[in-house]
């Protein structure tokens, strides 16, 4: 009886693992945080809408499946991947070691660096002049930013925020000297609130930081079907037509300011 129990406990876990760590044959479910626009946004109607959610149906087509976005928060993407309530992450997520312990990333498809957006009347007019006692930092709770301002700019009071929107009318209303996040975020708010902030888009990092898809660790014939969709969105022209569609102000912007543009 005890060979015949134990062996019914086996079939049954093995069933619940294949059920969390697999795919619908005709469905993938994939998480965002839809507050990114224009990569991760809703339209009027409230539904998906930006830069990532057309990759998202664009690879659908790909792989011949539906897509199914779910909209959750930042810090439950991974535990959501993780658990087997999502099939992949597609939600601009920076590639890092740290996240590569647990989860699985495609080939990069984007790549940014770190920027500042300062408020006007700081003194602060560098990476390195927010590194002293008295300077306040927003972050976003959990972003490579944060790890970074943690790792490099221990000096300075960091204020902790889960929504970037946040940590901007921190710097906005004058109650944190800056806010480091991707340049194309920085730029934005620049361009909304000329009058109280001034950016820094440069980067000051000595390389890019590169954006991946990201799927179950070990999960290799999903993350071989992305990647070569990736490449093959790339080669026919894909990233240049959400460009054209989504980022054409700040396209120019990098041109004149000679920055590598994102893809």
Known sequence: MKKIFLLTLIII??????????????EVIVGMELAYPPFEMTDE???PSGISVEMAYALGDYLGKDIKIENMA???LIPALTSGKIDMILSSMTITEEREKTIDFSDP?????LAI???KNSKAQSIEDLNAAGMKLAVK????AHIYAVDNLPLAELVIFEKEDACVLEVVNGNADA???DQMTIFKNWQNYPDYTRADL???QNDFEYWGIAVREGDKDFLNEINSFISEYKENGGFDTLSDKYLTDIKNTFKELNIPFFF
């Open 117 to 119: 957006l300062f408020n």
């Open 13 to 26: 876990m093995s069933l619940i693992l294949a059920s969390c760590g697999s795919k619908s044959n005709d």
């Open 45 to 47: 109607q409230g539904k």
């Open 109 to 113: 498809y984007c790549k940014s660096y």
């Open 74 to 76: 930042w810090s439950g």
């Open 202 to 204: 440069s980067g000051f």
């Open 141 to 144: 709770r959990g972003s490579t």
């Open 179 to 181: 806010f480091i996040y």
